[in-house]
């Protein structure tokens, strides 16, 4: 299939009717991509890579344009000495970054139109990549990565990186809860008995607590911006920081489809989730808290209840709890997707170094349920390796 590039500055410039013949239902989508572009975050250059053939639109991935510091997955000590690092010689550890993917959006998104057939998908993304990496090359970018890529499109990236020479990284995994249950006391049921326990206890520190759905929060922008920069200083692991205006904003975009729930205590605002509401899944994007009152009322857990109950209320099957946090998560019965990170320098010596970087950032090497995860994709890749080697052999033998 013939078909020519071009490298869009906004979603407006390929139109809803485009997007949506390659995207389909996907829950974040032609409106959630407008309003990233609206809302921020500040320091990225927002991307869009189209295919298109005589008849239009055969294929989208998105992307941006950013100054990446090469430590953003580390953590701990090690973290520590590389922020007085970059205090100390930032363009050491800062590189001009062009990716497909989103810094906001759960994977990288890769949409085609109906018309191209599943085999042909891997030659037009092929052709997509091999032209960003020449236009991002073109605009002074040296660093090419594909930032989220899915499970489900593991297929169609394999070929590709392989040619292309990129690096793979373990990127944060997506965390989704199945919610096949008519009551939540079902879905208790399922948890092991002490996490059971555990829960029940906990709901009892919520009782005063009063739960608030709203699709516009004007009214509460300064304080639900205060908790979630509270929460993005205790977490090790940022990409972006969001601005003020971001969770108004896309709610304003995003309307009726988005959500925040709004928790407090003692008609104090203490906690929030931003949710993104479809028939097919419930995607919570962001969480924000006071942790001094948070802790007392066991708010991650409880919150966590409310959308488990939300969704089995609607008829929701699938709780999509997004990134980190892997532990509990777990053992509230979630099943892991793990998300690939590709990567390649233009410049040979820096690309060689950056490999060497990379071992030392894997998330793997911070996080046990990403190493876990990592060794059991690894096992599954040698017992398909020597499945296949035998079944060679026996053919060959017949």
């Known amino acids: 299939m013939s078909a020519d590039f071009t490298l869009h500055a906004s979603v407006e410039e ?7 013949s390659c995207f389909g239902r996907e829950p974040e ?41 090469v430590d953003t997955t580390l953590q701990g000590g090690l973290r520590r000495f590389t922020d007085r690092l970059h205090r100390l010689v930032p363009f050491l550890m800062e590189l001009n970054l062009f990716a497909l993917g989103s810094p906001v959006a759960e994977v990288c998104h890769v949409g085609f139109s109906q018309r191209v057939p599943v085999g042909g998908r891997e030659a037009l993304l092929g052709q997509l990549v091999d032209a960003a990496r020449g236009e991002a090359a073109r605009r002074g970018y040296g660093l090419f990565a594909v930032k989220d890529a899915a499970e489900r499109d593991e297929a169609l990236w394999a070929p590709i990186v392989e040619r292309s020479g990129f690096a793979l990284l373990p990127g944060l995994p997506t965390a989704s809860l199945d919610l096949p249950f008519r009551s939540v006391d079902d879905y208790l049921a399922t948890l092991g008995r002490n996490m059971r326990r555990d829960l029940r206890r906990k709901r009892k520190a919520f009782a005063g ?6 699709r516009n929060i004007d009214d509460l922008g300064d304080e639900v911006y205060a908790l979630y920069c509270q929460t993005v200083d205790n977490s090790e692991l940022q990409f972006e920081h969001l601005p003020r205006d971001y969770f108004p904003a896309m709610l304003r975009h995003l309307a009726p489809q988005a959500a925040m729930v709004l928790y407090f205590h003692e008609e104090r605002l203490f906690g929030f989730n931003f949710v993104i509401e479809t028939p097919e899944r419930l995607i919570d994007k962001y969480i924000g808290m006071d942790y001094a009152v948070a802790r007392t009322l066991n708010f991650y857990f409880n919150s966590w209840m409310v959308n488990v109950a939300w969704c089995i209320e609607n008829g929701v099957p699938v709780y999509q709890s997004g990134q980190a946090f892997y532990g509990p998560k777990l053992r509230l019965g979630c099943r892991l997707s793990p998300n690939g990170q590709y990567f390649r320098h233009r410049n040979k010596l820096v690309n ?14 911070f996080d046990p349920a990403i190493a876990d995860l990592v060794e059991a994709d690894r096992e599954e890749a040698d017992h398909q390796d020597a499945h296949h080697h035998g079944a060679t052999f026996a053919g060959k033998g017949a």
């Open 29 to 69: 989508n032609f409106d959630f991509y407008r309003a990233c572009e609206a809302a921020g975050p500040p320091g990225f250059t927002w991307f869009y890579a189209v295919l298109r053939d005589a008849a239009g639109v055969v294929a989208i991935v998105p992307g941006f344009g950013t100054r990446y510091r």
């Open 209 to 214: 607590v009063r739960v608030e759905r709203r």
């Open 14 to 20: 390929i139109g809803r009717e485009a997007w949506e």
């Open 352 to 365: 060689a170094i950056l490999l060497q970087v990379a071992r030392v950032v894997r998330l793997d090497r």
